[in-house]
Nanobody, 122 residues
């Protein structure tokens, strides 16, 4: 089993930046990927970004490409999501996940964090 804990969410003005962290524990040797997904109020959960655990392959949703950067620190078993040029439509609960199945933009993961709220004011 892998446990994931997100942190770093908060309230920020449009145009601002936030960095989310996702700390993994448990069977971290089994981690092959880390992803970020989000769910806005009244909307379905959507894919944001994913990376292989070695960092060689990353994939982003079109809506965040060029503004968000996913990275990881293997020594700390932690993944990050640097979010720049934030927009009100980025407001959502952000989840990290691992153990994806299927396409890079899949919503199907074995392990999930509890989520962290990001609110972008206009």
């Amino acid at each position: 089993q892998v446990q994931l804990v997100e942190s770093g969410g908060g309230l920020v003005q449009a145009g601002g930046s936030l960095r989310l962290s996702c700390a993994a524990s448990g069977r971290t040797s089994s981690i092959n990927d880390m992803a970020w997904l989000r769910q806005a109020p009244g909307k379905e959960r959507e894919f944001v970004a994913t990376t292989t655990w070695n960092g060689r392959i990353t994939y982003y949703a079109n809506s965040v490409k060029g503004r968000f950067t996913i990275s990881r620190d293997n020594a700390k078993n932690t993944a990050y999501l640097q979010m720049n040029s934030l927009k009100p439509e980025d407001t959502a609960v952000y989840y990290c996940a691992s153990g994806g199945r299927g396409r890079p933009d899949s919503l199907d993961y074995n392990y999930w964090g509890q989520g962290t709220q990001v609110t972008v004011s206009s």
